[in-house]
């Protein structure tokens, strides 16, 4: 049986951390404080250096 | 974003916090408290029919406060989860106020006002700390006058500006200009209301308010009471018109900001606040200035700073591009002062320390790059989880285990540990997701030790 992993804050580093823990089939708890997850990065327009959109 | 939303293994415990953590590596006990939303998260289908009629309006900030939002409301349009929160502090029916319209307006009947905060228990046997940044306050600095000029604007500001889905649709319209045009339209809602009641007694009386009220000032109907209630009308409907008009003519002025300054090190590599160089904000700068000359072909940006540290995969090759292609020209030289010349324009001084001289220059808007400090609740966290802190208030981590925190099983990823750009953070959270990995996995590795 694997045990489960907790991750505090949704936003660009939360969510890949729950994804990559996710993928390789361990049960995530995320938590975030805000209404939505996303974090700072989802207020971006764009991101260096490609200027690929940040959403 | 969706694929956290969606993926099998992936709770997501959004709009909560972490009251309490005990217990050691492999096997920790955490208190979660899920703060009530107000709204049946399974019921709610995102269709936003509730905000439009909710007739609270609050500074939205996720706009960073440059657009409204109303007090039932989902954090943005794109939000996961898709659905909306009541703001506890504005709702009037929270308040004690009689209210209720989007519990009548909701089709699917997800508004419940008697929703309470729910505790959730979890056993984990890693956590992950990424909780962020927030943006320094660069009110803090007094020779910006981030607070008295309206046209001094923060780097995440102005990227809400630039955003399609922001507050002026990516236009780069200045906050001073924007302030002007919602007088205006509340001048011109104030007029439509007068315009109304005096049409009202231009039929009563028959004649236009405009020659009554010369007849009247002539000294005409001085005892008739109603006559004199519609002098008292018409004359604050033309003291509301007037600036009204003057408004108008500066407004039909305003063009979006052409002249654009950045500043960087606000607040980091600055002995005052925090000594350390935040990373990123050399490159977003460039990213915003060449993100705006392409919505305004005819805009040109001056980048402000001690050096331009562009170190990272195709850094340079971008800040280079941006000088040749975007109109950016790179001024080394720390800026002194701000302050607000004609136009709301905000004048920059400062040294070019190439040529020794102090210079001043007037431009449309300035951006200041604010260095990447600890959230504010850094602290709080900290404690709860048991955890240790830098001298700045970062997650205090090691060089060689650089997602590992003072505690066992306990890591840490992204801004939360130090200042970082977005693959630098996305790198770091799939380390410390492997090293979480590593606990959540023991008992299966240690089981296969005991058949072997």
């Known amino acids: 049986m694997t045990k489960d992993v907790l991750v505090i804050g949704g936003g660009i580093a939360g969510m890949q951390a729950s994804l990559d823990l996710g993928d390789m089939g361990i049960k995530v708890h995320l938590v975030e404080k805000l209404p939505s997850i996303g974090g700072k990065m989802a207020q971006l327009d764009k991101t260096f250096p490609t200027n690929d959109c940040a959403i | 974003m969706l694929d956290v939303g969606r993926h099998p293994n992936i709770e997501l415990l959004a709009y909560s916090e972490v009251e309490n953590v005990e217990g050691e590596a492999g096997d920790f006990k955490v208190t979660v408290r899920r703060k009530t939303r107000y709204v049946e998260e399974d019921k709610c289908t995102g269709c936003g029919a509730c905000a439009e009629k909710c007739p609270t309006v609050v500074p939205d900030a996720f706009n ?3 657009g409204d939002r109303r007090a039932i409301y989902s954090y943005f349009a794109q939000g996961i989860p898709s659905t909306h929160t009541i703001d506890p502090d504005h709702c009037r029916q929270l308040n004690g106020k009689k209210c209720g319209i989007c519990a009548k307006t909701c089709q699917a009947e997800a508004i419940n006002f008697d929703k309470e905060d729910r505790i959730v228990e979890l056993n984990v046997g890693a956590i992950i700390v990424a909780a962020g940044y927030d943006v320094f306050d660069p009110g803090r600095i007094p020779e910006y006058r981030y607070n008295e000029i309206p046209n001094v604007v923060t780097a995440i500001e102005f990227e809400r500006l630039l955003s399609a889905s922001g507050p002026t649709g990516g236009h780069m319209d200045r906050p001073s200009d924007r302030a002007v045009v919602a007088e205006i339209e509340a001048l011109e809602k104030k007029v439509r209301k007068s315009q109304k009641a005096l049409d009202k007694l231009e039929e009563k009386f ?22 004199q209630k519609w002098a008292d009308k018409y004359a604050a409907h033309l003291a509301v018109i007037e600036p009204l008009e003057e408004l108008k003519k500066k407004a039909a002025g305003f063009t979006v ?4 300054a950045f500043i960087q090190c606000v607040g980091s590599r600055d002995f005052r606040f925090y000594p350390f160089c935040s990373g990123y904000c050399c490159m977003h700068s460039i990213k915003e200035a060449m993100i705006a000359h ?3 072909p005819e805009t040109t940006s001056s980048i402000f700073g001690m050096d331009i540290r562009a170190v990272g995969k195709g850094f340079e090759e971008y800040k280079i591009r941006g000088g040749n ?3 950016i020209t790179y001024v080394r030289g720390r800026v002194a002062e701000i302050t607000e010349g004609p136009n709301n324009n905000p004048i920059v001084t400062y040294e ?21 400090a600890p959230i504010k609740g850094i602290a709080a966290l900290a404690k709860t989880v048991g955890v240790e802190l830098d001298k700045y208030n970062f997650i205090k981590t090691s060089s060689l285990s650089p997602v590992d925190t003072t505690t066992p099983g306990i ?3 992204g801004c939360a540990e130090s200042p970082m750009d977005v693959p630098e953070s996305v790198a770091q959270a799939s380390s410390a997701a492997e090293r979480a990995a590593e606990i959540a996995f023991q008992p299966e590795l240690e089981k296969e030790k005991a058949v072997a």
């Open chain 2, 64 to 66: 960073e406060g440059l």
């Open chain 2, 294 to 296: 392409e919505h305004e």
């Open chain 2, 325 to 327: 292609n975007s109109n």
């Open chain 2, 257 to 260: 900001a052409k002249r654009l």
């Open chain 2, 206 to 227: 028959n004649e236009p308010s405009a020659a009554f009220y010369k007849k009247f000032q002539a000294g005409q109907y001085q005892d008739d009471e109603d006559r």
């Open chain 2, 411 to 413: 890591f840490v990823c």
């Open chain 2, 352 to 372: 070019d320390t190439r040529e020794r001289k102090v210079k001043s220059q007037e431009f449309d808007m300035v951006v200041l790059a604010t260095a990447c």
